[in-house]
T-cell receptor, first 115, second 112 residues
Framework: NAGVTQTPKFRILKIGQSMTLQCTQDMNHNYMYWYRQDPGMGLKLIYYSVGAGITDKGEVPNGYNVSRSTTEDFPLRLELAAPSQTSVYFC??????????????FGDGTRLSIL | KNQVEQSPQSLIILEGKNCTLQCNYTVSPFSNLRWYKQDTGRGPVSLTIMTFSENTKSNGRYTATLDADTKQSSLHITASQLSDSASYICVVSAGDNNDMRFGAGTRLTVKP
């Protein structure tokens, strides 16, 4: 019963390095999301996808890129890591039948530090 | 300015006691309000989802209320257990699932 799986769980990057945060879900959900959670703040939406081949920017997309080639996978790419991107990143998915009232299922996060 | 404000920021209670967490929002238009529980080091887990027409919803010892007129919600926890120690996050949707506003959460600690 995997749900939403994120890898890696922890990572330390140097400024300017790049990396990809992986996210996969096995619930056949059409919606997927990437959030970041900073201390004392609510989660902020980075990017989301309503289905394979479709992605859209959220509230804080700068410095990130995403792709959605399959229903299951939604990787998040950091091209030039900056200290401001130090955060905990959460991937989530949801099923939309009527469109709005479905709960989101979250992964356990990737804790990323940029030094 | 965050459109979802939660109070208190943190709370400590004794095991077996009840508590109530508050959520005030200014998000408009309103679609639904959700409460999530987030254990330390884990992702949030959905507790309840309420739409405009619902003013109370329960999930075991958790009961959420919604007053859409005053734009306030509360989460009441009955007979607290040590496992209730977590952050509780209020989320208000302004429309579709991609337009959700998250509160900063209330950190609850239940002590024996």
């Amino acid at each position: 019963n995997a749900g939403v799986t994120q890898t890696p769980k922890f990572r330390i990057l140097k400024i300017g390095q790049s990396m990809t945060l992986q996210c996969t879900q096995d619930m056949n959900h059409n919606y997927m999301y990437w959030y970041r959670q900073d201390p004392g703040m609510g989660l902020k939406l980075i990017y989301y996808s309503v289905g394979a081949g479709i992605t859209d920017k959220g509230e804080v997309p700068n410095g990130y890129n995403v792709s959605r080639s399959t229903t299951e996978d939604f990787p998040l790419r950091l091209e030039l890591a900056a200290p401001s991107q130090t955060s905990v990143y959460f991937c989530a998915s949801s099923h939309t039948v009527e469109g709005r009232d479905q709960p989101q299922h979250f992964g356990d996060g990737t804790r990323l530090s940029i030094l | 300015k965050n459109q979802v404000e939660q109070s208190p920021q943190s709370l400590i209670i004794l095991e077996g006691k009840n508590c109530t967490l508050q959520c005030n929002y200014t998000v408009s238009p309103f679609s639904n309000l959700r409460w999530y529980k987030q254990d330390t080091g884990r992702g949030p887990v959905s507790l309840t989802i309420m739409t405009f027409s619902e003013n109370t919803k329960s999930n075991g010892r958790y009961t959420a209320t919604l007053d859409a007129d005053t734009k306030q919600s509360s989460l009441h926890i009955t007979a607290s257990q040590l496992s209730d120690s977590a952050s509780y996050i209020c989320v208000v949707s302004a429309g579709d699932n991609n337009d959700m506003r998250f509160g900063a959460g209330t950190r609850l600690t239940v002590k024996p």
